[in-house]
């Protein structure tokens, strides 16, 4: 089969981002009060969605080989279709274990989902053009990403505000809208995905041989995890950057999930918090990309190291702010500059990691980064809502919030090392004699 052109890759690329997230910005303001509203307490709430994060932690590493073994296209199709399953699953849950079903099906579909649509697209661009650089695609799949979850986030505000189908709940509607969305994705990568063909010296993806190839890629798993870990046991700067990922997940649940259970507080009720929701969630996208454009005014600056113990001081106090504020104006007001920071805060961690990276290591770098960030969210956020039920909403977003600011003094290492490589650059090198 021939492959697509760069350019028709290119357009299908972003045509399947789209598809991808427009329906994700439809519930992202809702999955937290769908829960609330059935019944769930706050504690069984963020119990039963913290499957999704453990779930994706467990099979990130084991999924990573499966897509070379038996091609991106039928890894993409089976995500998809379990994209459609967590769907429906979640439009139709009623008790905790259906939510925490929905929410360990999601995490299944998210860890397979997860690079293959990326590595697809740039392998379709290198068969043709070999070598060629695709980093403005990807910039342009960013944008896309960006606008995609915004423009659907503004939708879903807009469908609970107008609620047209008194029969359901509000907050419904978003769901079974999400629900069709998934089947067009489905569609849509079924039809528009045209693997590249396999080179002579690549065995078959399909049949026996690509099954032998997943399966022993699976077994894999264990071998890179030790070696991640020996890797972080042998640098220590390394080491404390990963540990900033358990501090920022920390922040990640005041401004992500207690934030629409605390607007439904002040509004009174979860209808109405969806509503907002909406579009203050496009917002934040918005001031999101805002903050990591600053974070490249600051850097040359301020140094990588200075800017992300700053961006992680002032996220963290944000959340404690979100957790102070008394009003819907000042909750929304506080979010809007804690997501912006958030923002500011990626762009110099990644430096920092890549820093301690090699071209042989650097993707098990970034995942040992993302599945500590999925752990500590899915270990954390049943203690903040049990914390929540006990105390009180605020009460979480404030500890959560205070902690998640312990997190700058992980970046010290990298901040000694950054100010070494600094003396270094400055002395002069002697003479020949």
Avoid at 38 to 43: D, F, I
Avoid at 140 to 149: P, R
Avoid at 171 to 197: C, I, N, Q
Avoid at 385 to 408: F, K, N, R, Y
């Amino acid at each position: 089969m021939t492959p697509l052109s760069p350019t028709r890759a290119r357009q299908v690329f972003l045509l399947l981002t789209l598809t991808r997230w427009l329906p994700v910005g439809l519930i992202v303001t809702v999955t937290t009060l769908l829960p609330l509203e059935r019944g769930l307490s706050v504690t069984e709430a963020l119990t039963a969605l913290s499957l999704t994060g453990l779930t994706v932690f467990l099979l990130e590493l084991p999924t990573s080989g499966v897509a070379d073994a038996i091609g991106r296209r039928p890894l993409l199709i089976t995500a998809a279709v379990l994209q459609v399953a967590a769907a429906a699953l979640f439009l139709t849950a009623q008790s905790f274990w259906a939510f925490a079903l929905a929410a360990a099906v999601t995490g299944i579909f998210r860890a397979l989902d997860s690079g293959p649509l990326e590595a697809w697209f740039v392998d379709t661009v290198h068969a043709t053009e070999p070598g060629a650089d695709v980093d403005r695609p990807l910039a342009a799949q960013s944008t896309m990403l960006g606008v995609s979850i915004a423009a659907g986030a503004l939708v879903s505000g807009g469908l609970v505000w107008w609620h047209p189908v008194t029969a359901w709940s509000a907050l419904t509607l978003p769901y079974a809208l999400y629900t069709v969305l998934s089947v067009g994705h489905l569609v849509a990568v079924t039809l528009l995905v045209r693997e590249v063909p396999r080179t002579a010296d690549t065995p078959p993806s399909g049949g026996r041989g690509g099954a032998r190839r997943a399966l022993a890629s699976a077994r894999q798993a264990p071998r890179v995890v030790l070696d991640g870990l020996r890797l972080a046991r042998d640098n220590r700067v390394l080491r404390w950057l990963l540990l900033v990922e358990v501090f920022w997940s920390l922040g990640m649940i005041v401004f992500e999930t207690f934030q629409p259970i605390r607007l439904a507080e002040l509004l009174g009720g979860t209808a109405a918090a969806g509503a907002v929701t909406g579009p203050v969630t496009a917002a934040g996208w918005a001031v999101f990309a805002g903050g990591a454009a600053l974070t490249g005014l600051a850097t040359p600056r301020l140094g990588v190291a200075r800017t992300a113990i700053l961006a992680r001081v002032l996220n963290g106090l944000g959340a404690v702010w979100m957790g102070l504020a008394l009003g819907p104006v000042g909750l929304i007001g506080a979010y809007l500059v804690t997501y912006s920071l958030h923002g500011a805060c990626g762009p110099a961690y990644q430096a920092l990691l890549h820093r301690e990276a090699e071209a042989r290591n650097r993707t098990t770098v970034l995942s040992m980064a993302s599945m500590l960030s999925f752990a500590a969210y899915s270990v954390a956020a049943p203690l903040l809502g049990w914390t929540a039920d006990l105390l009180s909403t605020q009460a979480a977003m404030v500890i959560a919030g205070g902690l998640s600011t312990l997190g700058a003094a992980c970046f010290l290492p990298a901040l000694r090392q950054e100010r070494r490589r600094a003396a270094a650059d400055r002395t002069p090198v002697p003479l020949a004699a």
